[in-house]
């Protein structure tokens, strides 16, 4: 493979359209690079060109990405399952739309290259995109504003903690993915990956016979990687966090499994949600976790 090299400053933005230039395009859209930008050291070149063996150095830059700009909807012990006995095996009854909480109707609800289907509970709002073209489709970015991704809190009112719960869910891009969460006794358990939109939760184990419930907790996903805590940044309710207190790294084990954490990491907001609080996150990206599979965490389980 060759490597291309142009005597910059480049301009990106096809001819006015007034021209008869081939490449006039009339619904313009920022441009897209797959794994960056870098900032080139030319004391060392390229001067005419280089072949892929010939080291072209720059440093490496694609910081504060903003991954959520959002307010999450009020922290909930029961809005996505009801308290209620469980039983071992059987799939729990979801509650229906609450503030926060949508049905993803029939048919289903397409984003990117997946489908979530329908039935599922879908948390803090429909991912989006937000055009950047003029055109529909296209460039579109993710929409931060409807990004939020929350772990589970699952209240026991008994002893369950000989029981187990299978959680099947969907993140933020629409995987499909799962979780064993070990229950409670007498409190509160919270599932280690963030969840865009719940499916299903199936109990097994020893039960206590007392009330289950299901809800939001205040432990939000991050959308890319951050696999440091000095590579993100976080704000809120309009203060900016320096503590690490909350912030758990992304689990790198391949292949996940239903046990291990978030691919991405996840941050604990330190005083609760209450639908006004806004949550913005941030990741800078890093040199050495710039491809597909390192932006966005080892593959869901």
Known sequence: ???????????????????SASDYNDTPGPSIFANGTGLADNRFGPFNGSDSATPIPCWFGQGDICVVNQAPSTLSATNLVAAAVPVAGTAMTLAGASTGITVVPAGGYAFGGNTFAAGARMIDGNPAYIQLGQ????????????????????TSVGNDSGATAAVVFYDYYGFLCHETVTLANAGIATSKKAVKALVSVTPAGTLSGSNLSVGTSDVFGFNLAAYEFAFSAIFWNNAYITATTGYTAPVTTSPATAITGDVRGTYGVQSASDGTKKLQMFVTCQAWNNTASTLFGVTQF
């Open 1 to 19: 493979m060759s490597i291309t090299r142009f005597q910059g400053p480049l301009v990106v933005s096809g001819a006015g359209p007034n021209t």
């Open 135 to 154: 055109q529909a489709g296209g460039v579109s970015a993710y929409d931060p504003r409807t990004a939020i991704a929350r772990c589970l809190r699952f």
